[in-house]
Antibody, heavy 122, light 110 residues
Framework: EVQLVQSGAEVKKPGESLKISCKGSGYSFTSYWIGWVRQMPGKGLEWMGIIYPGDSDTRYSPSFQGQVTISADKSISTAYLQWSSLKASDTAMYYC???????????????WGQGTLVTVSS | QSVLTQPPSVSAAPGQKVTISCSGSSSNIGNNYVSWYQQLPGTAPKLLIYENNKRPSGIPDRFSGSKSGTSATLGITGLQTGDEADYYCGTWDTSLSAGVFGGGTKLTVL
């Protein structure tokens, strides 16, 4: 069974750094892109970016470029999403998902991780 | 404001049919494949439809997808109370070189 298991909820203060994780199992981790999606409280889904663990090729949505860093460690089948200086507006649920890409513009997310709730408050 | 436009809410009675629209442009839906996701309350999204109209294994044929021009539609027949959820369309945007989602549609089964 293909599974993505994310790290637990985090409570941080503004200005702190954070790295959350997403561990894949049940498939060849290096053969599929992994994506990150933000969902702010009571709001919709926002596409943040994707990484190909095989060679660490990374693409960001213009809205998130420079705001977060996506990385992966293929030796432990784990992708990461990190912030260097959190803001209150980063409070949200963050989902990772396997990004199946038949071609650059021919893709979808399946399956999804359970989500990691990040709360940033002073 | 989302790149793809969905109605904020739709509703219908149990057993009835409902459609959810997703409107975009030539840089996204018009030239790329559309997927649909179901998010039940308090849970992670789940893939419902990919490649415009294909269902993953385990998704009942009550769910269907279609695309025409720069719009896509999700159809759900034989509505059940368990279908109450938020539904999102998604696709690639060639101009942004990134994926995009619709704003989501809340389905209420009255």
């Amino acid at each position: 069974e293909v599974q993505l298991v994310q790290s637990g909820a985090e409570v941080k203060k503004p200005g702190e750094s954070l790295k959350i994780s997403c561990k894949g199992s049940g498939y060849s981790f290096t053969s599929y892109w992994i994506g990150w999606v933000r969902q702010m409280p009571g709001k919709g889904l926002e596409w943040m970016g994707i990484i190909y663990p095989g060679d660490s090729d990374t693409r960001y949505s213009p809205s998130f470029q420079g705001q977060v860093t996506i990385s992966a460690d293929k030796s432990i089948s784990t992708a990461y999403l990190q912030w260097s200086s959190l803001k209150a507006s980063d409070t949200a649920m963050y989902y990772c998902a396997r990004h199946i890409a038949v071609a650059p513009a021919h893709n979808w997310f399946d399956p999804w991780g359970q989500g990691t709730l990040v709360t940033v408050s002073s | 404001q989302s790149v793809l436009t969905q109605p904020p809410s739709v509703s219908a009675a149990p057993g009835q049919k409902v459609t959810i629209s997703c409107s975009g442009s030539s840089s996204n839906i018009g030239n790329n494949y559309v997927s649909w996701y179901q998010q039940l309350p308090g849970t992670a999204p789940k893939l419902l439809i990919y490649e415009n109209n294909k269902r993953p294994s385990g998704i009942p044929d009550r769910f269907s997808g279609s695309k025409s021009g720069t719009s896509a539609t999700l159809g759900i027949t034989g509505l059940q109370t368990g279908d109450e959820a938020d539904y999102y369309c998604g696709t690639w945007d060639t101009s942004l070189s990134a994926g995009v989602f619709g704003g989501g549609t809340k389905l209420t089964v009255l």
